[in-house]
């Protein structure tokens, strides 16, 4: 029968069948979360388990868990976020005699426990009807069970097995596909990495880490660099520590003076405990409370978004925070909406990552003139090298800056919004340079000083705070520069 010559008048026949009593293939077992990957992609990014369950004599409601998802309509600037929000299955799967109805836009109907060649209308609102194609054995997460394959009249396909629930869905609001790779709790197929792959280091693997802090109302600045080698590795029940082999070269600055730099070589022990609430056990788009100190955020409720991705390397990686974007950071909830808004009086930007065998990589929280941030620069594990790993020989090196002078500059105008004039007064190295960083540390422009006058163009920064650092040899200014 051609699936598009179904009609509505089948619907109506429906409870005359004898499958409708027969067991129930259920979409989604009730103690299971199950991990969904879109068809053309690599990354595992759904997750859906069954949150709730209100049942009466006849029906049975099942409310799915819900995610934060990005709201580009809603009325701030930058755009916000809304939590409570369905996944491609919607909010709730109601189940009456055997039927199941998507609480979706539009609502759809399926019948799990359909005999080969049954046909129904699946989307009333588009009029999209189904038929169950075939029915066979396949092995399952490498168990046999039995596979049912439904056509729709869109020519899409879903496909659904006896044991483990839906095989592969289309999104009914978008044109992605949807297929299941895993159960989590269950352990089968693909899984989440959690808190144990996450912080899984082997002797001999060796970090190295940027850190700064930063505070612009005193103008003080840290910068350290930190390598780390793992010496040995101890597991008790839900803490796992190492003894590390530790170095770090710190740069201190304090009042715009000339920086300061020392070296210090130890060994340390650092333990990590796993927990239900830890950053990297959260699921993709989750919603996590209050992850920062009460100091930070008046004292109000807040909230943060996580995200999966694969780095440039290809390395699972979690974000508490948009790892692109972290202005979509920390929220307020308004009880009576769901819309997230920015939290607290002073706007904060806030992100952390995690990444499966690297630990926790980045951080950064930066509220009006202060900074805290930290970043993976480079890593050995195994024969593989990626990033900046700085030899030893090297990092022992105070680098000389504590014989620089302090060189005479003018900087003007200040603040600005065009334009800035650098003024060397004992000009006397044509290979001078300034930079210009952000308070967290990010270099935004980096030009060469060919004279004791020069004009550099600053209007394509954003609105904000930065720091302005000129050197020549045997001099460095470091100052503090307003754009508007």
């Not at 990014?45 to 990005?70: E, F, G, H, M, P």
């Not at 020989?393 to 620089?404: D, K, M, N, V």
């Not at 600005?416 to 004039?421: H, I, N, P, W, Y």
């Not at 004992?426 to 540390?441: A, E, L, R």
């Amino acid at each position: 029968m051609n699936p598009k010559t179904f009609t509505i008048l089948l619907l109506f026949l429906l409870p005359s069948f004898s499958f409708l009593n027969a067991q129930n293939w259920d979409l989604i077992g009730e103690n299971n979360q199950l991990n969904f990957k879109v068809e053309t992609s690599d990354l595992l990014s759904t997750t859906i388990w069954i949150d709730s369950v209100k049942s009466t004599t006849t029906d049975t409601t099942y409310y799915l868990n819900r995610i934060a998802q990005q709201c580009s309509a809603c009325p701030i600037n930058p755009p916000g976020s809304l939590r409570n929000q369905g996944q491609f299955l919607g909010k709730q799967l109601n189940k009456s005699n055997g039927k199941y109805i998507l609480e979706t836009n539009p609502k759809t109907v399926l019948f799990p426990t359909a005999p080969e060649n049954f046909s129904w209308l699946y989307d009333t609102l588009n009029n999209v009807s189904a038929q169950v194609l075939k029915i066979e054995e396949a092995s399952i997460f490498g168990q046999m069970d039995s596979i049912k394959t439904i056509l729709l009249s869109s020519s899409d396909t879903i496909k659904i097995s006896k044991s483990f629930g839906i095989l592969k869905f289309p999104s009914l609001t978008e044109n992605d596909i949807y297929e299941l790779v895993g159960i989590d709790n269950l352990g089968l197929g693909s899984t989440i990495p959690k808190f144990d792959e996450i912080y899984d280091f082997e002797v001999g693997d060796i970090f190295e880490f940027y850190y700064r802090s930063a505070s612009g109302a005193t103008f003080t600045f840290v910068d350290k660099t930190e390598k780390r080698e793992i010496m040995s590795k101890t597991v008790s029940n839900d803490k796992v520590c190492y003894e590390i082999a530790y170095q770090e070269h710190v740069q201190f600055i304090l009042n715009g003076s000339t920086p300061d730099t020392y070296y210090t070589a130890k060994t340390i022990e650092e333990c990590y405990t796993d927990s239900a609430s830890h950053g990297a056990n959260v699921f993709n788009q989750e919603l996590l409370l209050n992850v920062l100190p009460p100091e930070y955020t008046d004292n109000k409720d807040n909230w943060i978004v996580s995200f999966f991705y694969l780095d440039d390397n290809g390395v699972f990686s979690k974000s508490l925070g948009d790892h692109e974007n972290f202005y979509d950071g920390i929220f307020a909830v308004n009880s009576e909406s769901d819309t997230l808004n920015y939290c607290c009086n002073n706007p904060i930007d806030y992100y952390r990552v995690y990444k499966v065998g690297l630990g926790e990589t980045d951080y950064e929280l930066h509220q009006f003139e202060n900074t805290e941030t930290y970043h993976l620069r480079g890593y050995i594990k195994g024969q593989d090298t990626i990033g900046v790993i700085t030899p030893d020989s090297i990092l022992q090196i105070p680098l000389g800056l504590e014989e620089r002078q302090e060189l005479q500059v003018k900087i003007f105008p200040n603040p600005t919004s065009e334009e800035l004039v650098i003024e060397l007064i004992d000009f006397s190295d044509p290979s001078s340079k300034i930079s210009i960083q952000t308070i967290s540390g990010r270099t935004v422009l980096q030009e060469e000083l060919n004279s004791s006058l020069s004009n550099i163009n600053v209007s394509n920064l954003p609105v904000g705070m930065y720091i302005v650092r000129i050197e020549q040899e045997g001099g460095i200014a470091i100052r503090k520069i307003l754009k508007l």
